[in-house]
């Protein structure tokens, strides 16, 4: 089991991004699957979860700007971000719940 993050990035706030998160060695249509983050300094926050049935929910504060989804075909999950505000900032994971396998993260920085 391996997942990868990518498409991090330094972006002004307002700025979107558009995080990837490859994974390997099971198909993610099958497991719910977390997107966390982690500032510097702070615990894990969980951002959102979608579920094996391609249900999603979201934190209250990116409810509205993220919009997770996922590409079966290409075992790829993704994190829209849009509206990124300095709070944002944070090592992004994408995290198997079963498991709680996790990638290595992918940083992203909202900054002026």
């Known amino acids: 089991v391996q997942l990868v993050e990518s498409g991090g990035g330094l972006v002004h706030p307002g700025g979107s991004l558009r995080l990837s998160c490859a994974a390997s060695?099971?198909?993610?249509?099958?497991?719910?699957i977390v997107w966390v983050r982690q500032a510097p300094g702070k615990g894990v926050e969980w951002v959102s979860t979608?579920?094996?049935?391609?249900?999603?929910v979201y934190e209250d504060s990116v409810q509205g700007r993220f919009t997770v989804s996922r590409d079966n075909a290409k075992n790829t999950l993704y994190l829209e971000m849009k509206t990124l505000k300095p709070e944002d900032s944070a090592l992004y994971y994408c995290?198997?719940?079963?498991?709680?396998?996790r990638g290595p993260g992918t940083q992203v920085n909202v900054s002026s």
């Open positions: 979608i579920n094996a049935a391609g249900a999603t």
């Open positions: 995290q198997r719940v079963l498991g709680a396998y």
């Open positions: 060695g099971f198909a993610i249509s099958a497991y719910d």
